[in-house]
């Protein structure tokens, strides 16, 4: 699917979302993050390679205010996205509306040296001088959680400044390895976690012969990962709501939100390429109704299995930019 694609078939995706009475401020539903003691709305604005879509400084500047006048105040970014563009525009807003905003970003590093000089660039970027949510970024694999937590691995930074203020909570975020996230989960002391969470991906297992879809999607963040952020308590925020594009078609947008919403999460990050998706997935927020058990079911179900597993080998080589 080309930008243009995913630009139109969103915008019909969400047409049918109530419209939004302009008036600036109104809360969405909040949630707890976790045991951090911060409480989030339930839609998060997600500022990679869709907040980039906005060529226009300008242009991109106002989608964000928008976002928060709407009541969309958790703002997730990284270090790498649009090679710290995209910290640099959330910045221009954070000069005036810091205290506004739960404010998260990302770091690639993988050693606590590089950690931390990411860390110092992000917070001048980001113009502040702390982060709400910390995580490492995009953990890929077991041999990537090795290097993650090796002694001068990037955990030691992370710790270091949750111990020093610098950030209130730290996190890992995962796209594509449901075994690596729940191992790093188990083992670590994170407060947060970011993972791919949709309808496609509920019922993908890993089993002899490759990935295919299953009844009980036994290797899914949703069966591995999930529980153990759960039982920890940590705050989960769910990412990729529509496959990166690759589940727009297979169901309405609404749908697919409404489905991550229902889960155990605190919020769910999604990219608005468009002022009108900003609003019709905040009227979304604000009207939402949890999906039952078996609406969930039936939505996984209604997913072709080819789609699910072109969406498992697009994430494998997926580069979260």
């Known amino acids: 699917m080309n930008r243009r694609q995913f630009l139109e078939t969103v915008a019909v995706g969400l047409v049918a979302a109530p419209a939004l009475a302009s008036q600036p401020t109104a809360k969405l539903p909040q949630r707890p993050l976790g045991r951090t003691g911060l409480k989030v709305p339930i839609l998060g604005f997600g500022s990679g390679s869709r907040f980039q879509m906005y060529k226009d400084e300008d242009k991109a500047i106002a989608a964000l205010n928008h976002a928060i006048d709407l009541g969309i105040t958790y703002i997730d970014t990284a270090h790498s996205y649009g090679d710290g563009q995209s910290e640099k525009r959330v910045g221009r807003v954070m000069a005036t509306r810091r205290k506004e905003v739960t404010l998260s970003t990302k770091i690639a590093g993988r050693t606590a040296d590089q950690a931390r000089r990411q860390i110092e660039l992000s917070l ?4 502040t001088d702390h982060l709400d949510v910390l995580h490492i970024h995009e953990l890929k694999s077991l041999k990537d959680l090795a290097a993650i937590e090796a002694p001068g691995g990037v955990l030691e930074a992370l710790y270091q400044a949750r111990e020093q203020k610098v950030a209130h909570a730290i996190g890992i975020t995962c796209h594509a390895d449901p075994v690596a996230l729940q191992t790093a989960l188990e083992r670590h002391d994170f407060d947060c976690t970011q993972m791919a969470l949709n309808a496609g991906l509920a019922r993908m297992a890993d089993v002899p012969g490759g990935f295919k879809a299953t009844l009980m999607g036994a290797g899914s963040f949703e069966r591995l990962a999930l529980p153990v952020a759960t039982r920890k308590k940590m705050g989960v925020i769910a990412m990729k709501v529509f496959g990166q594009e690759q589940l727009l078609g297979a169901a309405p947008a609404d749908k697919l939100l409404t489905y991550v919403l229902s889960l155990p999460i605190s919020l769910a990050s999604v990219g608005m390429p468009r002022l009108e998706h900003i609003e019709s997935n905040a009227a979304l927020a604000r009207a939402f109704k949890p999906m039952s058990t078996r609406q969930r079911q039936q939505l996984e179900e209604s997913i072709e299995s080819s789609r699910k597993l072109a969406m498992h080998h697009f994430f494998a080589d997926h580069q979260d930019v």
């Open 124 to 127: 001048k970027r980001l113009q």
